[in-house]
């Protein structure tokens, strides 16, 4: 009536989803499988080299606990997508920048041991890739936040599946965040777009 569309597509970064201000999703595979339905809270475009992709933050008020979707359009442009929760905050720590991020092999508090995803063959510690971020929220509609970063991705194998670790260094801060997550076919989750 106002000329006010709260359900029209978020095109101010990128938005593979194709997600509204009002949309959400829900799964029904793995840990969020019967979990009820999550809503997107923020959309974070992720720029690494020649690769645009984006990490929603999604949000579920009954688990109280946020987990990250990342999505790709592939060569195909289907979508490939991954489901993430943070393990971990490491304020800037100059050990872990040098002796753990980047290193070939990276062991969790747990005793779990990863292997680094790109250039796995090469022993020597690696730098992270850079990219840029610009950070969505949903809600006020506005790019909170631009800021560089670096990445080092892991995966390992468990159960015939593979499990990936993400390692994420804010430059502007020095702050790591650790994700943890596995890849989830499309056909696995639902995204509702909203009224």
Request: overall charge negative; some cysteine; proline content about 3%.
């Amino acid at each position: 009536m106002f000329g006010f569309n709260k359900s029209s597509v978020i095109t101010k970064v990128y938005n593979p989803l194709q997600i509204t201000p009002n949309s959400m999703v829900e799964f029904n595979v793995g840990e969020l499988k019967n979990k009820g339905i999550f809503k997107f809270m923020k959309v974070i475009e992720m720029n690494v080299g020649e690769k645009s992709y984006s990490r929603y933050v999604i949000y579920s008020k009954s688990e109280n606990t946020e987990y990250v979707l990342e999505v790709f359009k592939d060569n195909n442009d289907s979508l490939e997508t991954y489901l993430y929760s943070m393990v971990d905050t490491i304020p800037f720590d100059e050990d872990f920048l040098f002796n753990v991020a980047g290193q070939r092999y990276l062991t969790s508090p747990e005793g779990d041991e990863y292997e680094r995803c790109y250039m796995p063959e090469e022993e020597d510690r690696i730098d992270g890739i850079s990219g840029r971020i610009r950070v969505y929220d949903v809600q006020s509609e506005d790019v909170e936040r631009e800021i560089r970063v670096k990445l080092w991705d892991y995966s390992r194998s468990v159960d015939g599946r593979d499990e990936y670790l993400n390692v994420e260094m804010l430059e502007d801060t020095g702050m790591f965040r650790i994700f943890v997550g596995e890849m989830i076919e499309d056909i696995f989750y639902k995204v509702y777009q909203g009224e």
